[in-house]
């Protein structure tokens, strides 16, 4: 009678891909297919070179930071293989497009301590030495990252996040919800030695959004019209 399933890897391909950034008032498109570290980054429809992007570069060095997956190119299979987290993986294929090199980015700017992704924090938290002050990367939930912010990030200084603006972020993270998208919020702490004490964030710069999709495996549609054909009803687990 009832067909329960897994939606990750089940119903989808478990392949996370970053299709929008929200940064700096402004949306961009993101191109691409999978964990393949190509694609084209778009602005109001038209093609954008991230390097005349102050805001995109950031947010390429905040997701190549906070990214401990790794993509390698399986020459047998002829196919992007992941090692690690899938939406980690995301964010480090999308610093890979801007054309960031995490091995570089960390030789010139050492971490000095990071702390995973926490379930119950929800942000994964990298401490880097960028030679003249530390700076704390965070990538994590929208909820848990705004809650710690005290500025944004705005044509390269940080403004005040008063309840207006704060309240605006909130309407894009409802916003790109609704496009099915996932949304990782990205921040930063400049001049700190150390990661936060009891996990607890202050004084935060929000910096934008990554609006992640997983795509459905092409079978999904039509196994589910034939169960439902069949009087079964699917229910999805997640």
């Given at each position: 009678d009832?067909?329960?399933v897994?939606?990750?890897?089940t119903?989808?391909?478990?392949?996370m891909?970053?299709?929008k950034?929200y940064?700096?008032?402004?949306?961009?498109r993101?191109?691409?297919?999978?964990?393949e570290?190509?694609g084209?980054?778009?602005?109001?429809g038209?093609?954008?070179?991230?390097?005349?992007?102050?805001?995109?570069?950031?947010?390429?060095k905040?997701?190549?930071?906070?990214?401990?997956?790794?993509?390698?190119?399986?020459?047998?299979?002829?196919?992007?293989?992941?090692?690690?987290?899938?939406?980690?993986?995301?964010?480090?294929?999308?610093?890979?497009?801007f054309?960031?090199?995490?091995?570089?980015?960390?030789?010139?700017?050492?971490?000095?301590?990071?702390?995973?992704?926490?379930?119950?924090?929800?942000?994964?938290?990298?401490?880097?030495?960028?030679?003249?002050?530390?700076?704390?990367?965070?990538?994590?939930?929208?909820?848990?990252?705004?809650?710690?912010?005290?500025?944004?990030w705005?044509?390269?200084?940080?403004?005040?996040l008063d309840?207006?603006t704060?309240?605006?972020m909130?309407?894009v993270?409802?916003?790109?919800?609704?496009?099915g998208?996932r949304?990782?919020?990205?921040?930063?702490?400049s001049?700190?030695?150390?990661?936060?004490?009891?996990g607890?964030?202050?004084?935060?710069?929000?910096?934008?959004?990554?609006?992640?999709?997983?795509?459905?495996r092409?079978?999904?549609?039509s196994?589910?019209?034939?169960?439902?054909?069949?009087?079964?009803?699917?229910?999805?687990?997640?």
């Amino acid at each position: 009678d009832i067909l329960a399933v897994d939606k990750t890897g089940t119903l989808t391909k478990n392949e996370m891909v970053v299709q929008k950034i929200y940064a700096d008032g402004k949306f961009f498109r993101v191109n691409g297919i999978g964990y393949e570290p190509y694609g084209d980054i778009l602005l109001n429809g038209g093609e954008v070179e991230p390097a005349n992007h102050p805001e995109l570069l950031l947010i390429g060095k905040i997701s190549s930071y906070c990214a401990n997956a790794r993509v390698l190119w399986n020459e047998e299979s002829k196919q992007w293989n992941l090692s690690g987290d899938p939406t980690e993986a995301a964010m480090l294929v999308l610093s890979q497009k801007f054309g960031f090199h995490k091995d570089i980015l960390e030789n010139e700017s050492p971490v000095l301590a990071e702390m995973p992704f926490d379930y119950n924090l929800k942000y994964h938290a990298v401490l880097n030495n960028t030679g003249s002050t530390n700076i704390l990367f965070l990538a994590g939930a929208p909820e848990a990252i705004l809650d710690s912010c005290s500025t944004i990030w705005r044509k390269g200084i940080n403004a005040p996040l008063d309840a207006e603006t704060r309240q605006e972020m909130e309407a894009v993270v409802v916003a790109m919800s609704k496009e099915g998208l996932r949304v990782i919020a990205l921040a930063t702490i400049s001049g700190v030695n150390e990661l936060p004490s009891g996990g607890t964030l202050h004084n935060a710069t929000f910096v934008g959004f990554l609006g992640m999709h997983d795509a459905l495996r092409t079978e999904v549609a039509s196994t589910i019209l034939r169960a439902k054909g069949a009087g079964v009803r699917t229910i999805m687990i997640t």
